[in-house]
């Protein structure tokens, strides 16, 4: 293995006692601290309670670069951390593009402080994720946006250990009773998740009208599976249209909590469709999941390495149907392996993105 000079501090928020760590940012800081590693750079991912927990997470890992990620530390504190910590790199990495930010009211006032605060601190960079949110702070404030995306990089045992035979016969599973059916006894029924948290920009309610249809199509009892236990952005109203949906319907709405990785990747294994149609997306983690598990899988525009045949139009339920039929049809021969080489052509020009950048 060869051997890195950086070190590097990812910081994720506790987002409250109820909700506890940001599943998805910690999965997509690992991620990439796994693929970092193999190049003999030192990562370490945190999770603090507020922003005063920083400087001591730094004493103890002695970073090169400091990664806060997303919006959650007030552009004051870093007037303080900095000339603690003169000689770090740091950076705000941003993970939604600016239609999803349009909820967080501070947001924009945030970014354009954090760009004053760098002319005078050189060493705090602005960062994120995605392009397309780069383009748009360089062509409305001329504002520089470091390039840092995402890489989809599991532990070899999230994914491998978790095998088809050991999930839908005797595995341990902690959501082996999500149903009350057993699939065996049930072989027409058609499972299709459709995972996250609950938010309008998600687009569950279209996803799951269209997976209704496509039962009805096949003559099929649909289970479509969700996170339940996360509402967030005007969610509840989301869940509840969900719920009602499903009422006096041949077909089941399937409630799951939240999981660690490892045992979401034997979820999504007892998949036969994964969706993930959202109006906006920067990388997409859940999609990621399912296309490197080979579970057949429909998407949107917004989750860029997706092959354009598996791309739904959000605003379309006939879209969606259509999309799902052709997912679904050429499962048996894995014809969506090409989601899975788009996936690993862009894992490859990432890490060479952060390899280079550091």
Same mark, same amino acid.
């Given at each position: =293995? ?18 506890? *760590? ?53 552009? &004051? ?8 910590? *003169? ?16 909820? @967080?009211?501070?947001?924009? @006032? ?9 002319? %005078? ?41 978790? &095998? ?38 998600? #687009? ?6 269209? &997976? ?37 319907? #041949? ?26 149609? %959202? =109006? %906006? ?14 579970? *057949?899988?429909?998407? %949107? ?58």
């Amino acid at each position: =293995m060869m051997t890195h000079d950086s070190r590097i501090l990812f910081v994720c928020k506790i987002r409250s006692h109820f909700y506890g *760590p940001s599943f998805g940012l910690i999965n997509s800081c690992r991620f990439i601290a796994n693929a970092l590693e193999s190049y003999g750079i030192d990562c370490k991912v945190v999770s603090v309670v507020d922003n005063n927990d920083i400087d001591r997470e730094i004493h103890k890992f002695k970073p090169t670069h400091v990664f806060v990620e997303a919006l959650w530390v007030a552009p &004051s504190k870093f007037k303080q951390l900095i000339p603690l910590h *003169p000689k770090l790199k740091w950076y705000v990495r941003v993970h939604s593009n600016i239609s999803f930010l349009a909820n @967080e009211g501070m947001a924009i @006032e945030w970014l354009r402080e954090y760009y004053e605060i760098s002319k %005078s601190y050189k060493s705090l960079r602005l960062a994120s994720n995605s392009e397309e949110f780069i383009e748009c702070f360089d062509v409305a404030y001329n504002i520089p946006v470091e390039y840092f995306p995402n890489i989809y990089c599991p532990k070899v045992e999230d994914c491998d250990a978790c &095998s088809v035979e050991d999930d839908k016969g005797k595995g341990k599973g902690k959501d082996k009773k999500h149903d009350d059916d057993d699939k065996k006894e049930n072989s027409n029924r058609i499972d299709i998740g459709c995972f996250g948290a609950i938010r309008p920009m998600k #687009n569950h309610l279209n996803q799951a009208l269209a &997976s209704i249809a496509f039962g009805n199509e096949l003559r099929a009892k649909i289970h479509f599976h969700i996170n339940h236990d996360r509402c967030e952005s005007g969610g509840d109203p989301v869940l509840k249209n969900l719920v009602h949906a499903f009422e006096n319907t #041949n077909h089941k709405l399937v409630f799951h909590p939240w999981v660690d990785h490892h045992d979401f990747i034997r979820l999504v294994k007892r998949m036969e469709v994964g969706l993930q149609v %959202s =109006m %906006s997306e920067t990388f997409n983690i859940v999609a990621a999941d399912f296309v490197w598990n080979d579970i *057949p899988f429909v998407g %949107s525009d917004e989750i860029i390495w997706l092959d354009r045949r598996y791309k739904a139009d959000a605003n379309s339920v006939e879209s969606i149907i259509d999309k799902i039929r052709f997912a679904y049809k050429g499962r048996k021969h894995n014809a969506q392996k090409v989601n899975k080489e788009n996936l690993e052509k862009f894992n490859k020009k990432s890490t060479k993105i952060w390899i280079d950048a550091l």
